[in-house]
């Protein structure tokens, strides 16, 4: 504990203090005080400590231990099926597909759970190896010689 004193970590530099302060018999409150954090941070240091032993001192990863991927392999050929059709078919107003158009049809076709973000569509279609692009507006008229009048 007292090697965490000479920490550059501050989360255990202070979880070191909090420690050698109630091994000197303070009280949580007291020490909570002298240390400007909160009674139930001193408590839940002890806790930690109690449960752990020195393993309390380093920081833990503050993400979740497990994930499951959202779009697994079936999920994710279900969605390159999906982006394969209109938009029109699932009641958008548009016919270009989006990120946030794609995760919302997801959504609602239940593919999804819940509403996904764009990020995760993208990151999704990046694992089949499909690029995304944003779409690209074409001015086109609807002259018959249109074709004929822009290449001369």
């Excluded at 079936?74 to 958008?92: I, M, N, T, V, Y």
């Excluded at 999804?112 to 001015?139: P, Y």
Aim: glycine share 6%; charged share 30%.
């Amino acid at each position: 504990m007292e090697a965490g004193l000479c920490s550059s970590d501050a989360f255990t530099l202070r979880r070191s203090q909090i420690l050698l302060a109630f091994c000197r018999g303070e009280r949580p409150a007291r020490i909570a005080h002298n240390l400007g954090c909160a009674v139930q941070t001193v408590r839940n240091t002890i806790r930690a400590y109690d449960a752990e032993g020195g393993e309390c001192l380093r920081p833990k990863h503050p993400g979740p231990k497990q994930t499951h991927p959202i779009f697994d392999e079936e999920k994710r050929e279900e969605l390159k099926a999906l982006l394969h059709r209109s938009p029109r078919d699932f009641g958008k107003q548009t016919s270009v597909w989006t990120l946030e158009i794609a995760a919302e049809v997801c959504a609602q076709s239940g593919l999804t759970e819940r509403l996904v973000s764009d990020e995760t569509v993208r990151m999704a279609l990046r694992r089949l190896g499909v690029g995304w692009r944003r779409a690209k507006n074409w001015i086109t008229s609807p002259d018959p010689e249109y074709v004929r009048k822009k290449t001369a």
